[in-house]
């Protein structure tokens, strides 16, 4: 099983450009969300969604929006990006209990 | 919310030594509460969980013990090995199933030194 597929892995923007992060699953997993690691702060949850069609704001919701038109798929973009946004992203979708994490993707706002 | 605070935020262990991470929580419905490991370069997987009807959970040579009363909770890990080395996250939830959002602690660095 591929579990959770991320890409890109790294990617560079420049302040004001907007991207799209892909995150897909094949595990059949209703409830999605995207979270960002910075130093010291752990894992911070953006946004979430618990199926198709839902989806709800987390801590860190400001600068990224998402949607969710299939069960697999959960992309995350950025509108406009900005220096504060330099992270590592993390796309994650649960069953029952475990949580299942993508490889993650690094990215540097210039 | 929920709230996870976790200590200490680096461990330095000689290898064989033990390790204890310690984590606590505000919100008292969480009845979840599961740790991960995360290499360098890669996300977070999950190396053992524990219910709230439960007070010790071990697998081989890591342990989770939960202090409902006191809202703490700690990763033990005996006989440390140098692929031990790796971030470590506590985490909680109010319930396992996909509707709970899980809460991450900041993470623990455990280095084992030869």
């Known amino acids: 099983n591929a579990g959770v597929t991320q890409t890109p892995k790294f990617q560079v923007l420049k302040t004001g450009q907007s991207m799209t992060l892909q995150c897909a699953q094949d595990?059949?997993?209703?409830?999605m969300s995207w979270y960002r690691q910075d130093p010291g702060m752990g894992l911070r949850l953006i946004h979430y969604s618990v199926g198709a069609g839902i989806t709800d704001q987390g801590e860190v919701p400001n600068g990224y929006n998402v949607s969710r038109s299939t069960t697999e798929d959960f992309p995350l973009r950025l509108l406009s990006a900005a220096p504060s946004q330099t992270s590592v992203y993390f796309c994650?979708?649960?069953?029952?209990?475990?949580?299942?994490f993508g490889q993650g993707t690094r990215l540097t706002v210039v | 919310g929920e709230n996870v605070e976790q200590h200490p935020s680096t461990l330095s262990v000689q290898e064989g030594d033990s390790a204890v991470i310690k984590c606590t929580y505000s919100?008292?419905?969480?009845?979840?509460f599961p740790w991960y490991k995360q290499e360098l370069g890669k996300g977070p997987q999950l190396i053992i969980d524990i219910r709230s009807n439960v007070g010790e959970k071990k697998d081989q040579r890591i342990a989770v013990t939960l202090n409902k009363t006191a809202k703490h909770f700690s990763l033990h890990i005996t006989e440390t090995q140098p692929e031990d080395s790796a971030v470590y996250f506590c985490?909680?939830?109010?319930?396992?199933?996909?509707?709970?959002?899980?809460?991450f602690g900041t993470g623990t660095r455990l280095q084992v030194t030869l």
């Open positions: 595990m059949n997993h209703e409830y």
């Open positions: 994650a979708s649960r069953g029952y209990t475990e949580a299942f």
């Open positions: 919100d008292s419905a969480s009845n979840y």
């Open positions: 985490a909680a939830s109010r319930s396992p199933g996909t509707a709970s959002k899980l809460t």
